[in-house]
């Protein structure tokens, strides 16, 4: 599970803006070229999902499985996401690692990452998103649009974000999974948390700090079982980061949430794209997983992404 330390190399000086210094900002020729290839491949290729539920009824099939203590996992997938379920598409080798490479980078910051570090968040991505109880789909397409314009090309981000879409048009259909129409579930629940959350058995994930922790069980009226703190995202601090979740603390997060998970008890989480696996672990011991995302920031009045505004954390942070 660890990933090979000694293929890393140096890692940047603690403090230091590594994440917005990668040697890898540019695409080569080669990913320029072969995401032609993925534009004629996918953009005429329809995307079509089967069998979407609506918010309230959602909420209310959320509501049900914990009142009986049934397991539940999410997989809200971004670009993020779909650069790593991309990873190891047949004939995109090269623009398939850069996607994967810069995402990783935007959540862990720079390391000489390998071979071995995508193949395990292709692997445990795909896991995560086959085994999920409700999957979002990535971006709305007006979204895609705005991703990709003639004179500055978000390929990461495009690819990312319209591979997930496809990914998930791919599963609709199965009566196993609810697919749920917007990325941005995390947001459209936010009038719902409270009376999901009360009176519950919650174990917290994230950055957050134990204060905050304490303040948001008091908020929501839940029982906080414990807190399980890891480093921000390197986007988010700048790269300032005295360590990394991954790989230096993953392997005893996912320990503590394996140990912690069971059927009654449900995980409140925030750990980008580790997030999506760990909710999978959740679900596999019985426990009900409940990924908040950035909502977590804005609870603390921080506003973690560009629609995060001044007035959009002001009515909703805790008070």
Same mark, same amino acid.
């Given at each position: 599970? =660890?990933?090979?330390?000694?293929?890393? !190399?140096?890692? #940047? $000086?603690?403090?230091?803006?590594?994440? &917005?210094?990668?040697?890898?900002?540019?695409?080569?020729?080669?990913?320029?070229?072969?995401?032609?290839?993925?534009?004629? /491949?996918?953009?005429?290729?329809?995307?079509?999902?089967? !069998?979407? +539920?609506?918010?309230?009824?959602?909420?209310?099939?959320?509501?049900?499985?914990?009142?009986?203590?049934?397991?539940?996992?999410?997989? =809200?997938?971004? @670009?993020?996401?779909?650069?790593?379920?991309?990873?190891?598409? $047949?004939?995109?080798?090269?623009?398939?690692?850069?996607?994967?490479?810069?995402?990783?980078?935007?959540?862990?910051?720079?390391?000489?990452?390998?071979?071995?570090?995508?193949?395990?968040?292709?692997?445990?991505?795909?896991?995560?998103?086959? +085994?999920? @109880?409700?999957?979002?789909?990535?971006?709305?397409?007006?979204?895609?649009?705005?991703?990709?314009?003639?004179?500055?090309?978000?390929?990461?981000?495009?690819?990312?974000? %319209?591979?997930?879409?496809?990914?998930?048009?791919?599963?609709?259909?199965?009566?196993?999974? &609810? /697919?749920?129409?917007?990325?941005? /579930?995390?947001?459209?629940?936010?009038?719902?948390?409270?009376?999901?959350?009360?009176?519950?058995?919650?174990?917290?994930?994230?950055?957050?700090?134990?204060?905050?922790?304490?303040?948001?069980?008091?908020?929501?009226?839940?029982?906080?079982?414990?807190?399980?703190?890891? #480093?921000?995202?390197?986007?988010?601090?700048?790269? =300032?980061?005295?360590?990394? /979740?991954?790989?230096?603390?993953?392997?005893?997060?996912?320990?503590?949430?394996?140990?912690?998970?069971?059927?009654?008890?449900?995980?409140?989480?925030?750990?980008?794209?580790? %997030?999506?696996?760990?909710?999978?672990?959740?679900?596999? =011991?019985?426990?009900?997983?409940?990924?908040?995302?950035?909502?977590?920031?804005?609870?603390?009045?921080? !506003?973690?992404?560009?629609?995060?505004?001044? %007035?959009?954390?002001?009515?909703?942070?805790? %008070?």
């Amino acid at each position: 599970m =660890r990933a090979d330390r000694e293929r890393r !190399g140096k890692r #940047p $000086p603690a403090g230091e803006s590594a994440a &917005m210094s990668a040697p890898i900002n540019e695409p080569t020729d080669q990913v320029v070229a072969e995401y032609g290839l993925y534009r004629d /491949l996918y953009d005429s290729r329809p995307v079509r999902f089967a !069998g979407c +539920t609506a918010l309230e009824p959602l909420v209310a099939e959320m509501k049900r499985r914990m009142d009986a203590e049934q397991p539940f996992s999410m997989a =809200r997938l971004g @670009d993020g996401e779909g650069a790593c379920l991309f990873y190891g598409h $047949p004939g995109m080798d090269s623009l398939a690692e850069y996607i994967i490479h810069r995402s990783l980078i935007l959540h862990f910051s720079w390391q000489r990452y390998s071979e071995k570090d995508f193949s395990f968040f292709n692997a445990e991505m795909r896991r995560a998103t086959l +085994t999920a @109880d409700l999957v979002t789909f990535a971006r709305k397409p007006q979204v895609h649009r705005d991703l990709v314009n003639s004179e500055n090309s978000d390929i990461r981000g495009y690819v990312g974000a %319209t591979y997930a879409d496809h990914f998930v048009s791919d599963l609709s259909g199965s009566k196993d999974r &609810m /697919l749920y129409a917007d990325g941005y /579930l995390h947001v459209a629940m936010l009038p719902h948390y409270a009376d999901l959350l009360r009176g519950r058995k919650v174990v917290t994930l994230g950055s957050a700090p134990d204060a905050f922790i304490e303040k948001l069980a008091g908020h929501f009226s839940f029982e906080l079982l414990e807190s399980i703190r890891i #480093p921000g995202q390197a986007v988010n601090q700048k790269g =300032r980061l005295d360590s990394y /979740l991954y790989p230096d603390h993953l392997d005893s997060v996912r320990s503590r949430v394996q140990h912690l998970a069971k059927p009654g008890i449900v995980f409140v989480m925030a750990a980008g794209l580790a %997030t999506k696996f760990l909710c999978s672990d959740v679900r596999a =011991r019985g426990g009900f997983a409940l990924d908040v995302g950035s909502v977590m920031d804005v609870w603390q009045g921080k !506003g973690a992404r560009p629609y995060q505004g001044d %007035t959009f954390v002001a009515r909703h942070r805790l %008070t």
